[in-house]
């Protein structure tokens, strides 16, 4: 952690590569894959550049003082290997099962994708049961089969409805933005009983409100939470594959992560930071950014079981 941040092998956060699940209590998992996008590509190279980006990050978090790594023991845990990347369901089964192995070792997982589509076999992998779920997005991804597929990355929450991995009346969709053709999706969403809150609201009432509602929404249900960074607005986040203005500020995304401190996490990703469509990579230092958050509040979550 001291040493020069250029310098050595590009880890996440510069954590250690993991050498055994036995002495780790978070693992950060690369998720290269992008085989469910329907618009712009390059969300499978995500994993590499927030890895180097992420050698900024340090180890306090002046706002909070959370120390995640003495807190618990993290370590990157590597990229999920695919077998047959272009098989979309395959690999999520490969996505599915590199994570269960992460569960089963008693390993929180923290992820980077990737599209959103990887989310759906994070959730197979890490819901025993219903879980409640925070999505922070510019789309509630509960849009049904697009060109012939019902796993696309506008899809995941739908099918893991279907699939009873969350319980809707304990999700909460954040920062719903952008015009759409037609407006299945927020129905879906609205008529399954999850709470949306669209852009206008989020800025509207506050972050501090927005915290507050979702937080007794979810209460003490095992939780986990999606950030794609689509819903930080492209003048912060330019290399994403849906950009939608508008959006969070940098500010205000990092706000809400701090808002959800001691919730009974059981994992998060962050996902669709696209490098080829990035600027300087700004979009790889804000998912960074995000992910050590993230980082911060799983380590406190876990730290106090």
């Not at 190279?45 to 002046?62: D, W, Y």
């Not at 390993?107 to 779920?133: F, K, Y």
């Not at 925070?134 to 089969?145: G, L, N, R």
Request: with cysteine; net charge negative.
């Amino acid at each position: 952690m001291f040493a020069p941040r250029y310098s050595g092998l590009a880890t996440f956060m510069r954590a250690p590569v993991a050498q055994s699940l036995a002495d780790v209590d978070i693992g950060i998992l690369g998720i290269p894959y992008d085989g469910a996008l329907t618009n712009r590509p390059g969300a499978r190279h995500g994993p590499r550049e927030v890895r180097n980006q992420s050698s900024l990050m340090r180890a306090i978090n002046h706002a909070t003082r959370i120390n995640p790594y003495e807190l618990c023991r993290v370590a990157d845990v590597g990229d999920v290997p695919f077998q047959s990347a272009f098989d979309i369901e395959a690999s999520h089964k490969d996505i599915a099962e590199f994570a269960a192995t992460l569960v089963a070792a008693d390993v929180m997982p923290l992820s980077c994708g990737g599209d959103h589509s990887v989310t759906l076999p994070l959730l197979r992998a890490v819901a025993a049961e219903p879980v409640a779920l925070i999505h922070i997005d510019a789309h509630t991804d509960t849009w049904d089969s697009f060109q012939g597929s019902k796993f696309n990355h506008g899809a995941p929450f739908r099918r893991a409805h279907e699939e009873n991995l969350i319980d809707p009346s304990k999700t909460v969709q954040i920062g719903i933005r952008g015009a759409q053709n037609v407006s299945e999706g927020w129905d879906y969403s609205e008529q399954a009983g999850m709470r949306v809150m669209f852009i206008e609201e989020v800025q509207q009432r506050g972050i501090a409100a927005i915290v507050e509602e979702t937080r007794k929404i979810v209460g003490d249900s095992p939780v986990y939470l999606s950030f794609d960074i689509d819903s930080i607005d492209p003048a912060f986040a330019p290399g994403t594959g849906t950009p939608e203005v508008a959006g969070l500020t940098t500010a205000e995304a990092i706000a809400l992560i701090r808002g959800f401190r001691e919730l009974n996490y059981v994992g998060a990703d962050v996902v669709e930071i696209s490098p080829p469509f990035d600027v300087g990579g700004v979009t790889a230092l804000a998912g960074a950014t995000v992910m050590y958050e993230l980082l911060c509040v799983l380590a406190e979550a876990r730290g106090k079981r």
